[in-house]
């Protein structure tokens, strides 16, 4: 039920892009990302839903494959701001209740 | 507007000792949530409640966790006894969700980081 984020953890300096992955062995319904700085509680990025719409909040963005039931996360020309890990959440219905599952987590680190 | 609040920031206990975690959500907010993180698990769903009520509490990991919420402005997440792998960070959100988790935005407070010797 976890969704698989990949890679584990990425090294950018400042201005480099990167892609995080977020893939679910079940349907898709909703992807909620997060990002949580070292020590600090994990803070809302953006939510994607059901129908591939690409959301963006600065120069972070993302995609919702509903088919590879799998949802990226861009971020571009990434600051210092940007170190933190970033979680996905996927929304799931079991046993008749609603719930949110996070992955592991990909831990980013931007260096000047 | 204050953000979700937690207390303890810090408890240290020794194994067998009874421990509780208090959250005060956002005010306003009728959804509140229990969650654990470790390296190993990540970010675990505990419990949640909509309008006081628990929805599921299907992630509490044993008898010995129990969780309650007797108003819309106070949680409890309550172990005991205690155990040395319960050492973790908890951290309680609240959210405002109308209708379904489906578009939820969780607002997570500073948790409360828990080591059980």
């Known amino acids: 039920q976890q969704p698989v984020q990949s890679p584990q953890a990425v090294i950018l300096r400042e201005g480099e892009d990167a892609v995080i992955n977020c893939s679910s062995s079940?349907?898709?319904?909703?992807v909620h990302w997060y990002r949580q700085k070292h020590g600090e509680a994990p803070v809302f990025l953006m939510i994607?839903?059901?129908?591939?719409e690409q959301k963006g909040h600065e120069k972070i963005s993302a995609s919702f494959n509903e088919k590879k039931q799998q949802s990226s996360l861009y971020l571009t020309a990434s600051q210092l701001s940007y170190s933190g890990t970033y979680f996905c959440?996927?929304?799931?219905?079991?046993?008749?209740?609603?719930?949110?599952?996070f992955g592991k987590g990909t831990k980013l680190t931007v260096n000047p | 507007d204050a953000g979700v609040i937690q207390s303890p920031r810090h408890e240290v206990t020794e194994m067998g000792q009874e421990v509780t975690l208090r959250c005060k959500p956002i005010?306003?907010?009728?959804?509140l949530f229990w969650y654990r993180q470790t390296m190993m698990r990540g970010l675990e769903l505990l419990i949640y409640?909509?309008?006081?009520?628990?929805?599921?509490d299907s992630g509490m990991p044993e008898d010995r966790f129990s969780a309650k919420m007797p108003n819309a402005s106070f949680s409890t997440l309550k172990i005991q006894p205690s155990e040395p792998r319960d050492s973790a960070v908890y951290f309680c959100?609240?959210?405002?969700?109308?209708?379904?988790?489906?578009?939820?935005?969780?607002?997570f407070g500073p948790g409360t980081r828990l080591t059980v010797l």
């Open positions: 409640f909509n309008n006081n009520v628990p929805i599921d």
């Open positions: 079940k349907a898709l319904y909703s």
């Open positions: 959440g996927t929304y799931l219905v079991q046993g008749g209740s609603e719930k949110l599952v």
């Open positions: 959100a609240s959210s405002s969700a109308p209708d379904s988790l489906l578009t939820d935005t969780q607002y």
């Open positions: 994607l839903l059901k129908g591939g």
């Open positions: 005010s306003g907010h009728n959804s």
